[in-house]
């Protein structure tokens, strides 16, 4: 009970939503601010037989909410189609080619997703041009005010409920599903649960209930394209929210990074198990291509902070380059964060002297607060307070570096430079840990941000051997207490800080593997210290 208690969980009716949540646990779409309104115009639309066109964005999250609503209007054989902005010739956002397309293709409505919030202008002269706009978004609300759209459907617009607060795209179209399609909406929860754990949406309440029934439905393999993206991958038969995290959701994002997002989308709303299986083969393609250009600019970014950053002045890291492919600059600003423990912004430059950035943030820092006291420095911004994106003019990267480090470094706090831990339990000895109680484990998936895997601590160890590396960045050894010894993995590229003979503390979630026909425990390392001898 004391990890359900830390995780908030404390009533019999919150421990049965949370190991067991059902589709009546689902929170009625009505009570969202703008979803009778925009079910009620989609209708209209619809029934009249006016095309309806749903403008999405390149990255996971943007895609599977863009497929949530053509799925769902093509279940009410409303006439619609999906525009997909390019990530090189578009950028990110609710674009004037996007009303182009819509009235080339003679749509009436347009529904924004992942997209719009910030679109002002944009929406101001589609309304202008005589089309109706919902804006469906989750990011950050422009200090410019709304946009002038028909409908707005957002988490902080109107009346605000704490248990659409922190739904990204992907969970913001399933509440439209939801409303417009009721029961028959169950069929859409696995795009849900795609989108929900690549945009890293908090595992509470609403998302958490999402992605839990949204695997369920995987499960039941009735989706050719998830499908064929899991053959790719070689997942388990057992899916689990880190396959989706680590496995499934790159290569979906994998289409937009590099080129057109339009090959994810089309696996994911695709009935033909040929057809899926080519676009499943393409993205494949895609998201190896992207392994190799992302080492090759992590490599590349890692060298410039060694030359150009001084971490003891800068808290804030800022590197950019010409060379750089704009497609990855978001993942090797979480490489960065990952190595160095501090908020880090990536920006890729043109010959334009325009460069697109990619900002990660570390600990409590709110990252998107920090574009926002820099905007006289900056084109646009947009994003949340862990992640965000941005336009800046090349010449202004030095001055935007130093800024941000005089001014806002100060903001960043010395303790959200140490890597820390929030330790559930801690086990003195490994015989507590039996194949049963770490299966138990099992209910509390899944896991992610805002439900993290149990960590546990046990102190006083000795290493039973030299640690072995497996690959680049793994090591494999084996620590016993007074009683066991126990295979510990971690996911560490340097060399083990400590001698042998030096007693440790470990840090770690227990798991199992299959030896011969027979589960046996073993450690996921989190960290290791040397033990304190009082």
Not at 176 to 185: E, H, N, P, T, V
Not at 338 to 361: C, E, F, L, Q
Request: hydrophobic letters at 40%.
């Amino acid at each position: 009970m004391s990890l359900l208690s830390a995780r908030g969980i404390n009533t019999y009716d919150q421990i049965r939503r949370f190991f067991f949540p059902s589709f009546k646990d689902l929170t009625d779409p009505y009570l969202m601010d703008g979803i009778r309104r925009a079910e009620e115009l989609i209708h209209s639309h619809g029934v009249q037989g006016h095309r309806i066109m749903i403008h999405g964005d390149y990255d996971a999250d943007g895609v599977t909410a863009s497929a949530i609503l053509f799925r769902t209007f093509q279940k009410l054989g409303f006439d619609t189609f999906v525009f997909i902005p390019h990530r090189m010739r578009d950028g990110y956002g609710f674009s004037e080619r996007g009303v182009s397309v819509a009235i080339k293709r003679e749509a009436s409505l347009i529904v924004t997703v992942d997209c719009g919030i910030s679109c002002i202008e944009t929406i101001d002269g589609a309304k202008s041009r005589g089309l109706d706009v919902i804006v469906v978004d989750h990011h950050r609300l422009s200090p410019n005010g709304l946009p002038p759209a028909d409908v707005i459907v957002h988490p902080e617009v109107g009346e605000v409920q704490e248990s659409f607060f922190q739904l990204c795209a992907a969970g913001l179209a399933y509440k439209i599903g939801q409303a417009l399609l009721g029961d028959a909406s169950r069929s859409l929860l696995d795009l849900a649960a795609l989108g929900t754990v690549a945009d890293m949406a908090p595992l509470r309440g609403e998302n958490r209930a999402l992605v839990k029934l949204g695997l369920g439905k995987i499960e039941e393999r009735n989706s050719v394209g998830i499908e064929a993206l899991l053959e790719n991958a070689k997942t388990p038969a057992k899916v689990r929210s880190r396959d989706l995290a680590y496995s499934i959701c790159p290569r979906i994002n994998a289409a937009g990074r590099l080129d057109s997002a339009l090959s994810a989308l089309d696996l994911l709303v695709c009935e033909d198990s040929t057809k899926v299986r080519g676009l499943a083969d393409l993205l494949e393609s895609a998201n190896n291509r992207r392994r190799k250009i992302e080492r090759s600019v992590c490599k590349e970014a890692f060298q410039k902070i060694d030359v150009e950053i001084n971490f003891n002045r800068d808290r804030i890291i800022v590197v950019w380059s010409n060379n750089w492919h704009p497609g990855v600059i978001g993942i090797v600003a979480s490489r960065i964060v990952a190595k160095y423990h501090r908020p880090a912004i990536v920006v890729s430059t043109n010959g334009d002297g325009i460069g697109k950035g990619s900002a990660r943030s570390v600990g409590t820092f709110n990252i998107f607060g920090m574009l926002e006291k820099s905007a006289h420095l900056l084109i646009e911004f947009g994003g949340h307070s862990l992640a965000a994106g941005l336009t800046i003019k090349s010449a202004k990267l030095p001055a935007f570096r130093q800024f941000i480090n005089e001014i806002m470094g100060a903001m960043v706090l010395p303790s959200d430079f140490i890597k820390s831990f929030d330790v559930d339990f801690e086990i003195e000895q490994f015989e507590d840990l039996s194949v049963s109680s770490i299966r138990e484990l099992d209910l509390f998936e899944p896991f992610g941000y805002g439900n993290s895997r149990p960590i546990f601590l046990t102190r006083n160890l000795s290493l039973k051997n030299a640690p072995v590396r497996l690959g680049k960045n793994r090591l494999q050894f084996w620590v016993q207490d007074r009683s066991l010894t126990l295979e510990a993995i971690w996911n560490y590229a340097g060399p083990f800080p400590f001698d042998q003979d030096v007693p440790i503390d470990l840090i770690y979630s227990p798991g199992l593997k299959w030896i011969r026909g027979e589960e046996h425990p073993f450690l996921e390392v989190n960290d290791v210290k040397a033990s304190r001898l009082d």
